[in-house]
């Protein structure tokens, strides 16, 4: 798959999710990670190769997918509800899934993701960077997505407040169980969240590796403090090491004894 | 800080006293050198001579600055609604943009003065051609902020609205015209000070043979009549006159900004 000469070129991107899997991508910047999400949701066009979703091409799917940005791109017009609800006053349909009101469904997914109602009355200027991600999430959720790109969305914020994040939005996909397909520079937060890690190279940009992570879910935050957590991160950082092309590619990975002593 | 103002109230004063003072000294000064140079009234008329002049034309004086206002209000609103109109086909397509932009940019160039007397000959003197006159000078501001705002529009909001399947309508009633606003809001400021100064061009060039004359043809009146204090009289009158329009859409401006686009 090629792409055009400005951005990232894709080749060798073998790579086919199945419904309801959560995966990661990771790889060095420029490595085409982005470009492969907006391929995806249909927003570019592939100048050579086949990518499908849900059988058809990406801009034909009936798969409703919803996208969130690392910027939260909230409108600053309007309030938290109006940004939430602005997915639902777009397209043909204009009306809510499941005979749901779309004030009550937008009630509804504000709270899904910690925020409270008193929340939905304020201005994403009156919104910490963590608050604002969270009605970015709302946003994409409220259409009730089968398919959720996110590009890095958690990447401007403090790591506990990653931490916490994560925490959430795993609760939310295994509620939902929605395919997600999850980009970042994170190792831990990858592994952490996804069922399976693909490591991507850069120029052009190609899948070196799909690692497994067998860990069952609800996954709580103990995980982390996992030996197991931590052998898996180190070796989808070895992988990403090698696609960053960083010489030294055997890197020593932390085991129990390690972690004992710390 | 030993000199730190102590409220709101001090600060103003702080700023609101010194030019104050400085209005008060040139006015002296002013005075003075009419007296010490005895400069003849028609030349150069005293402060207090034009303050006679505007108490006594007062009710003529306060006739054309409303008669002004309402041709600059109306030309402003004219270029107001149409510079958004045009703007909405600018932000439609980038050919229509390139096509048409050096058109928009005729209006921007063109010497109002050398255009009127067209305008005069096309609609006839009067309340009309005044309006259009004063709308063609203040179209330009309007239509290139506008357009500028309904274009640079984040390309992941462009994404996020595709995504969702948004219509080219939608797109630009949800998108393009609420990002255009603040910048709407900079071309209406400049526009609205261009306004008086089309009113005023248009009432000196067709501001004749009307009952309710304007401004504009009050100065050119008394400049062929060597009224000079009363010509003073009628500038004082058309700057307290484009400094409250501009003002007010100053307030109006700042008041949408702060409520709704987060600027302080």
Redesign the interface.
């Known amino acids: 798959m090629s792409y055009g000469d400005a951005l990232p070129s894709l080749a060798g991107i073998d790579l086919s999710v199945a419904k309801g899997e959560f995966v990661s991508i990771v790889g060095p910047s420029g490595c085409g990670k982005s470009t492969l999400l907006?391929l995806i949701?249909?927003?570019r066009t592939a100048t050579s190769g086949r990518l499908t979703v849900d059988g058809a091409e990406p801009g034909r799917s009936q798969c409703k997918?919803?996208?969130v940005?690392q910027?939260p791109?909230l409108?600053?017009?309007r309030t938290v509800a109006g940004n939430v609800r602005?997915?639902l006053?777009?397209?043909?349909s204009g009306k809510a899934s499941n005979n749901v009101e779309p004030d009550e469904l937008v009630e509804r997914t504000i709270q899904l993701v910690g925020l409270s109602l008193h929340d939905a009355a304020k201005?994403?200027?009156e919104l910490s960077g963590g608050m604002r991600m969270r009605v970015s999430l709302a946003r994409s959720l409220v259409?009730n997505p089968e398919i959720m790109l996110l590009d890095e969305p958690f990447a401007a914020l403090d790591d506990i407040l990653r931490q916490q994040l994560n925490e959430e939005l795993q609760r939310l996909w295994w509620n939902k169980r929605w395919t997600g397909l999850f980009v970042t520079h994170n190792v831990s937060e990858a592994v952490f969240l996804s069922q399976r890690v693909f490591v991507m190279s850069r120029s052009p940009g190609t899948i070196l590796e799909s690692i497994e992570i067998p860990f069952d879910f609800p996954r709580t935050p103990e995980l982390r403090a996992d030996p197991e957590f931590a052998r898996l991160t180190g070796v989808v950082s070895g992988h990403l090491r090698r696609a960053a092309g960083i010489a030294g590619t055997q890197v020593s990975i932390a085991t129990a004894e390690a972690t004992e002593d710390a | 800080m030993p000199d730190a103002p102590k409220s709101k109230t001090a600060l103003l004063f702080r700023s609101v006293a010194p030019p104050l003072i400085l209005f008060v000294v040139l006015l002296g000064l002013w005075q003075f050198c009419v007296w010490w140079f005895e400069l003849k009234p028609f030349l150069v008329p005293g402060p207090i001579r034009v303050a006679s002049a505007a108490v006594s034309t007062f009710g003529k004086l306060a006739a054309a600055t409303k008669v002004s206002a309402a041709a600059a209000l109306s030309g402003f609103a004219a270029s107001l609604i149409t510079g958004v109109v045009i703007a909405f086909f600018f932000s439609q397509s980038r050919l229509i943009r390139i096509s048409c932009y050096p058109y928009a940019i005729f209006l921007q160039t063109v010497p109002i003065v050398a255009i009127a007397p067209l305008v005069i000959n096309w609609f006839g003197s009067g309340f009309r051609s005044i309006v259009i006159i004063t709308f063609v000078i203040s179209l330009f501001p309007i239509i290139t902020s506008t357009t500028t705002g309904m274009t640079a529009v984040d390309p992941e909001l462009l994404d996020l609205f595709r995504l969702n399947r948004a219509s080219r309508w939608q797109i630009w009633l949800k998108l393009r015209l609420p990002n255009a606003v603040p910048h709407l809001i900079t071309g209406a400021r400049t526009s609205s000070g261009l306004s008086v100064v089309g009113a005023l061009v248009g009432e000196y060039f067709a501001g004749f043979g009307v009952n309710d004359y304007g401004l504009g043809f009050l100065i050119g009146r008394n400049t062929s009549q060597m009224r000079t204090d009363e010509l003073f009289a009628a500038v004082i009158a058309s700057t307290l006159l484009g400094i409250t329009i501009f003002g007010a859409v100053s307030i109006v401006g700042a008041f949408i900004l702060n409520r709704w686009y987060d600027v302080k």
């Open positions: 907006k949701a249909g927003l997918a919803a996208f940005f910027e791109n409108l600053p017009w602005l997915p006053e777009l397209g043909q201005r994403p200027s259409t």
